[in-house]
């Protein structure tokens, strides 16, 4: 079985925080592969703030290049109404039977997955790989990995990462208040995002 990694996310814009979690975790469990997958439409994103889909996704691909190791896929870009992250694990399965699929997320998703839509299909279609940069403590990350597989039959992997305090709010902040962005994010990206005035207000 090929081993790949799935970083899905609304990448608005993708920082060198999702590079590092998804080197880290491809090192880590020896993927072959991580693909990033940015969102279509989000369910749980307001929408107001959000780069189109396109943008996202060309940003991705930009901060991706030069790394055999990692693909940008378009996949939830091209299906209609909400993003659903069941709906991509279903057809990664169906579409690459040979394939499994490590989805990758942060300790924080690992207390609202019950919240998402179909949480059950997203176990039966994955392994979960949840990074946690210390925001929880090793006994409540347990407790909560053993109430998830008690209940869903799931399979998941805890992998510490690096505490980095990086985020696309933060990123979007400082590009509004006319801050340096170097070193958080990819140069290619903070080319196109001057080249287009995004999150400049």
Not at 90 to 119: M, S
Not at 138 to 148: R, S, W
Not at 189 to 196: D, L, M
Request: a neutral charge.
């Amino acid at each position: 079985m090929h081993k790949i990694g799935i970083l899905g996310g609304t990448f608005n814009p993708i920082h060198m925080g999702h590079l590092m979690m998804a080197e880290w975790v491809k090192c880590s469990l020896d993927l072959q592969e991580v693909w990033f997958i940015p969102s279509g439409v989000s369910y749980m994103k307001k929408k107001d703030n959000v780069l189109k889909a396109e943008d996202r996704f060309y940003m991705t691909k930009l901060a991706i290049n030069g790394n055999e190791h990692f693909k940008c896929l378009d996949m939830e870009l091209k299906r209609p109404g909400n993003t659903y992250t069941y709906e991509t694990l279903e057809e990664l399965k169906k579409n690459f039977p040979d394939h499994e699929f490590y989805f990758l997320t942060g300790a924080d998703c690992l207390f609202r997955i019950e919240t998402w839509k179909e949480p059950a299909k997203i176990f039966s279609s994955c392994v979960m790989v949840v990074a946690n940069r210390e925001n929880y403590s090793k006994d409540e990350l347990l407790q909560k990995k053993y109430e998830l597989e008690t209940r869903f039959d799931a399979k998941i992997v805890l992998v510490d990462f690096p505490e980095m305090e990086i985020s696309s709010t933060m990123i979007r902040r400082l590009v509004t208040e006319n801050k340096s962005i170097r070193y958080l994010v990819p140069d290619n990206v903070i080319k196109y995002i001057n080249e287009k005035g995004f999150y400049r207000g």
